[in-house]
Nanobody
């Protein structure tokens, strides 16, 4: 079955960096686009970044453009989110997402807290 397992979250000071990873299994990873979403307390889940199956096209929320970079390693079945210049408003649970054959799959999420 499809599994998405995030890691790499934690507590970081404003201006710091983190790299999130999402290890995928149970499907042909290289055939599908992947995305990262986030959900802050009291807010709706929002798209942060997406990447096509070959990695050639990426898209970002306006709020993270120029600070976050999504990438993938199809040999390792892993998608990454490099987050730089973190701000307190980036605090949220970050989720890896797959849309496959009309079904949405989510990881368990990883908490990112940006605070001094």
């Amino acid at each position: 079955q499809v599994q998405l397992v995030e890691s790499g979250g934690g507590l970081v000071q404003p201006g710091g960096s983190l790299r999130l990873s999402c290890a995928a299994s149970g499907f042909t990873f290289s055939a599908y686009s992947m995305s990262w979403y986030r959900q802050a307390p009291g807010k709706e889940r929002e798209l942060v970044a997406g990447i096509t199956n070959g990695g050639g096209i990426t898209n970002y929320a306006d709020s993270v453009k120029g600070r976050f970079t999504i990438s993938r390693d199809n040999a390792k079945n892993t998608v990454y989110l490099q987050m730089n210049s973190l701000k307190p408003e980036d605090t949220a649970v970050y989720y890896c997402h797959l849309l496959r054959l009309g079904v949405h799959y989510w990881g368990q999420g990883t908490q990112v807290t940006v605070s001094s």
